[in-house]
């Protein structure tokens, strides 16, 4: 394999050339930033209220006919109660998934600070 010397001048001179400056970072955009953190608390709740309904529906599994948990009214009561529980913890980020997410979607951005839950 023979190395022609003008290919070698030619990768020089590209080095040597200037870079256009980069387009400005998803971080700087408070826009994005909003919108990303938004759907990264979203998906945190989306994924605390599956597990949660896993979760019960493995109790109603193994619940007994007489069970509590074979109630219809308790069961639609139970599923609202765990959609409010999992939006409050997502609103909390108590799991760090949202948290995980934004930092591979906005990396130079400093993560939001978790909400006062002292009330």
């Known amino acids: 394999m023979r190395i022609d010397p003008t290919q070698l001048q030619q990768a020089a001179l590209a080095a040597e050339a200037p870079v256009a400056p980069a387009a400005a970072q998803p971080a700087a955009d408070p826009v994005?930033?909003?919108?990303?953190?938004?759907?990264?608390?979203?998906?945190?709740?989306?994924f605390i209220s599956h597990m949660l309904k896993e979760m019960r529906s493995s109790t109603r599994a193994m619940a007994t006919e007489d069970s509590v948990f074979n109630n219809k009214v308790n069961q639609d009561m139970q599923d609202m109660a765990d959609d409010q529980l999992a939006a409050s913890m997502a609103g909390n980020r108590a799991f760090g998934i949202a948290d995980a997410i934004l930092r591979q979607l906005v990396p130079a951005a400093q993560p939001a600070s978790k909400p006062d839950t002292k009330a």
């Open 32 to 46: 994005y930033v909003k919108k990303a953190t938004k759907a990264a608390v979203e998906f945190e709740r989306f």
